[in-house]
């Protein structure tokens, strides 16, 4: 059990890959306390692994409002003792034309996705240094932190921001013993993408897709919860400020594979 | 039990990072073949591995030379039955050389053993496994050096750039065929190869004044990412290096060092 002895927050746990992360790291013995705006999402995902035996809480959290993420690491203290670990998982995505894109989706996006990790570190970051606690924090970012798309401006940008914020924070916690490392996830088969791609019927999106991913396939949420899982623990030990990029090859390919529109 | 069943073949396993991935590997589950031009190190290595209930056999290997390179993976599908894991660790720094001064031969040398060396394991490995129909995974050994540079080093940092561009061909060629290929870049770790910098007491402040972490590593701070890598935990990673470096690829400036750890 990797993880016996920790206390996990999950942002976002509710579902895809937070509640595949939440999951893994409730089996590898960690207490998790599951925070989700969404509240029958969060209370469905703990009862699940509560009923599996795991010790879990849920948490209501908008990561953008700072009272809340402060909240959210008072109660993990308070129901568990401590925080070892934070997930930063929350985000959106806002597909839309450039040209037609209104000022207010970019500033939700920036909020849930930036402003959110800021303020969730912080928080949670401020109670491992009081608690003299040698945590750790992994973001969830994205190879669109690199690869750009036309009609996702916000959360491209946000997502190069949760980047660059891994390496800043990084640094700034590094005498304090806390590591912060992030996982980019290339395109992940959950609920939304499986629609949004037509992953069952074939459709042309998912040809795109697969044209444009070296292995073949899309990744499932267990697969990039075990690289949030190995950056969180001690065989991460000498990693800082660092991204791994969980992408089936998709940001080392040049051109593209064979594929029929 | 990470790598239960797992059959791993190791150069340059009989020190340093190669030894300590040797250890942890066997103490996951996997069995390993050590290569190595050092016959008493690669020879002590398995001899101990053994004795601590491990399976490890220890086959001289010279990566410049393609004939003990062929003879060397054969031998260890012959030991083994299979190779499912490579860490493709052989590898030298070299003395550092003002870059007017580098000679030819100086630069061809270590192009010789980092990337061709790397290469002929690289690609022996790779036929059998695509032969045998395995799944299995390459790690090379980058280096912060595949992402940054030194002036005196030309010929180690085109090297480690020269690993970084192989992994990421490597992984495009061997995708449909299921072997994923990564990269570990380490930063500046405690071994025979970094003794250089780490007797100097100038060198070393300069060294921890680029390592937020606060410490040189130990082989042992690489382990986890290579195990990480050769595992069915990174089943959806290829093409990619991890640097395990303290953080000193996040680093612009410099951070205070505090105090020199005792050598």
Known sequence: ?261 | MRLEGKRALITGGGRGIGLACAQRFVAEGASVVLGDILLDEGRTAAEELTQAGGKATFIECDVTDVGQVNNFVAAAVDACGGIDILFNNAGIIGPGTDFLGTSEDEFRRIMEINVFGAFRVAQATARHMVDQGISGSIINTGSMLSALANPDQAAYVSSKHGIHGLTKAMALALAKHGIRVNAIGPGTIKTAVAEAVLVNETAYRRVLSRIPLGYIGEPEDVTGPVVFLASDESSYMTGQIIYPDGGRLALNHVMPVKELPAA
């Open chain 1, 1 to 261: 059990m990797r993880f016996g002895d920790k206390t996990v927050i999950v942002t976002g746990g509710g579902r895809g890959i937070g509640i595949g992360t939440a999951k893994k790291f409730a089996e590898e013995g960690a207490s998790v306390v599951i925070g989700e705006i969404d509240a029958e999402l969060g209370q469905n995902a703990a009862d699940d692994l509560s009923d599996a035996g795991h010790r879990v809480a849920f948490v209501q959290v908008d990561v953008g409002d700072p009272n809340q993420a402060k909240n959210l690491v008072t109660e993990a203290v308070e129901k568990f003792g401590s925080v070892d670990v934070l997930v930063n998982n929350a985000g959106i995505i806002r597909t839309d034309d450039f040209l037609e894109t209104d000022i207010e989706t970019f500033d939700q996006v920036l909020r849930v996705n930036l402003r959110g990790v800021f303020l969730m570190t912080q928080a949670a970051a401020r109670h491992m240094v009081a608690a003299g606690t040698k945590g750790s924090v992994v973001n969830i970012c994205s190879i669109t932190a690199f690869a750009g798309m036309p009609d996702q401006v916000g959360y491209c940008v946000s997502k190069a921001g949760v980047f660059q914020m891994t390496r800043s924070i990084g640094l700034a916690l590094a005498d304090k013993g806390i590591r912060v490392n992030a996982v980019g996830p290339g395109t992940v088969r959950t609920e939304l993408s499986e629609s949004a791609l037509g992953y069952d019927s074939g459709g042309s999106v998912m040809k795109r897709v697969l044209a444009r991913t070296p292995l073949g396939r899309l990744a499932e949420p267990e697969e990039i919860a075990n690289a949030v899982l190995f950056l969180a623990g001690d065989d991460a030990g000498y990693l800082t400020g660092h991204t791994i990029f969980v992408d089936g090859g998709r940001l080392i390919q040049n051109i593209v594979l064979p594929f029929d529109e």
